[in-house]
DNA sequence: AAGACGAAAGTGGTTGA
DNA sequence: TCAACAACTTTCGTCTT
């Protein structure tokens, strides 16, 4: 927990995360960013002479994919530079610049628009600036490799939004993204693990703790249940009972069983509905918690309690 | 009547030959 | 590349509250 006590002014949650190196306030729940640009938390730096300020200098357009070109373009020359050059080399420089040119506009004009379409997406999610980055780069990457031949751009970006979101711990079921985007869940994940494969990016099998603020949240479930869900979970992990199983089904399965406990009863079925699985699978996933965890004394002593 | 439970058959993805 | 396999879903009938 946070020394800091402080509740999203969105959904009034209390999971805030704090990203130093971004500046930002982040609500884990509904993903609001709430703080930007908070203090620089790097070193200031005073420059005394040329050398120390070409080394020390942190202004500047700042670099970001979310900008077609990083916001940083490079040309081939300008135009005043070739009275410098003649002949051959004067050709070999309009050729350069009419090759720069075809390359980039080809790439710019795609880039535009997958990253107004990711811009879209990720603000119909509300998801953290950091992770619109990291998709915007993941993006980049996978037209410089080609890897959006032959699939459609906006499938590319959901992919790349759904492998940011897994990889800056705030994760996203499948659905989400697949509502959000309009493309199909299957298509979604096809290309997210092409992409992953492809660009060589390592993603950890999400936890099912990261599923858990934002999903008991939704179920209005109180911050006692939240946690007492959490614990249940992290005894359930030791207990090598999440292996191989779906995070999401896990994740609701604690959050059920603590609703249980905590006389905040909720039903499978609203369960199963915001954490998107079955019933069937919170059912199985709550027997093994029942019988491993030794929970029934707890469940059965509040339906007790309920009948005094 | 609604929710919980469980069986059975089907689906999509992973794995290992 | 194909078949076996585990996890999950869908569907449906039964039991409980």
Same mark, same amino acid.
């Given at each position: 927990?946070?020394?800091?006590?402080?509740?999203?002014?969105?959904?009034?949650?209390?999971?805030?995360?704090?990203?130093?190196?971004?500046?930002?306030?982040?609500?884990?729940?509904?993903?609001?960013?709430?703080?930007?640009?908070?203090?620089?938390?790097?070193?200031?730096?005073?420059?005394?002479?040329?050398?120390?300020?070409?080394?020390?200098?942190?202004?500047?357009?700042?670099?970001?994919?979310?900008?077609?070109?990083?916001?940083?373009?490079?040309?081939?020359?300008?135009?005043?530079?070739?009275?410098?050059?003649?002949?051959?080399?004067?050709?070999?420089?309009?050729?350069?610049?009419?090759?720069?040119?075809?390359?980039?506009?080809?790439?710019?004009?795609?880039?535009?628009?997958?990253?107004?379409?990711?811009?879209?997406?990720?603000?119909?999610?509300?998801?953290?600036?950091?992770?619109?980055?990291?998709?915007?780069?993941?993006?980049?990457?996978?037209?410089?490799?080609?890897?959006?031949?032959?699939?459609?751009?906006?499938?590319?970006?959901?992919?790349?939004?759904?492998?940011?979101? &897994?990889?800056? $711990?705030?994760? !996203?079921? /499948?659905?989400?993204?697949?509502?959000? +985007?309009?493309?199909? #869940? *299957?298509?979604?994940?096809?290309?997210?693990?092409?992409?992953?494969?492809?660009?060589?990016?390592?993603?950890?099998?999400?936890?099912?703790?990261?599923?858990?603020?934002?999903?008991?949240?939704?179920?209005?479930?109180?911050?006692?249940?939240?946690?007492?869900?959490?614990?249940?979970?992290?005894?359930?992990?030791?207990?090598?009972?999440?292996?191989?199983?779906?995070?999401?089904?896990?994740?609701?399965?604690?959050?059920?069983?603590?609703?249980?406990?905590?006389?905040?009863?909720?039903?499978?079925?609203?369960?199963?509905?915001?954490?998107?699985?079955?019933?069937?699978?919170?059912?199985? &996933?709550?027997? $093994?918690?029942? !019988?491993? /965890?030794?929970?029934?004394?707890?469940? +059965?002593?509040?339906? #007790? *309690?309920?009948?005094?």
């Amino acid at each position: 927990m946070p020394t800091y006590v402080k509740k999203c002014p969105e959904c009034g949650g209390i999971n805030l995360l704090l990203n130093k190196e971004r500046g930002e306030m982040i609500c884990k729940d509904c993903g609001l960013v709430i703080e930007e640009k908070m203090i620089d938390f790097n070193q200031e730096w005073s420059s005394h002479d040329h050398e120390q300020a070409d080394k020390r200098r942190r202004t500047g357009a700042p670099m970001t994919y979310t900008k077609f070109d990083r916001g940083m373009g490079t040309d081939v020359g300008q135009k005043q530079d070739i009275y410098k050059l003649s002949g051959k080399e004067r050709n070999k420089f309009f050729r350069l610049r009419k090759w720069q040119h075809r390359i980039s506009t080809a790439i710019e004009r795609n880039l535009k628009l997958a990253l107004a379409e990711l811009k879209r997406v990720s603000s119909y999610l509300k998801l953290p600036k950091s992770v619109e980055e990291e998709a915007a780069r993941i993006y980049t990457l996978a037209v410089q490799r080609g890897l959006v031949r032959g699939r459609s751009m906006e499938s590319v970006v959901a992919g790349a939004l759904y492998a940011a979101c &897994r990889r800056h $711990e705030v994760p !996203r079921t /499948l659905d989400e993204l697949s509502e959000a +985007s309009g493309i199909d #869940k *299957k298509e979604i994940g096809r290309t997210y693990r092409f992409i992953t494969r492809e660009l060589q990016i390592r993603i950890l099998p999400s936890n099912p703790v990261d599923y858990i603020a934002r999903f008991a949240s939704a179920l209005k479930l109180t911050a006692e249940t939240q946690s007492r869900a959490v614990e249940i979970l992290e005894q359930a992990q030791n207990s090598e009972l999440t292996s191989g199983r779906g995070p999401t089904g896990i994740a609701a399965a604690s959050l059920y069983v603590a609703s249980l406990i905590n006389n905040e009863k909720r039903t499978q079925r609203e369960v199963a509905d915001i954490a998107g699985v079955t019933e069937v699978t919170i059912r199985n &996933r709550y027997k $093994e918690l029942l !019988r491993k /965890l030794n929970l029934m004394e707890k469940v +059965s002593k509040t339906k #007790k *309690k309920k009948k005094d």
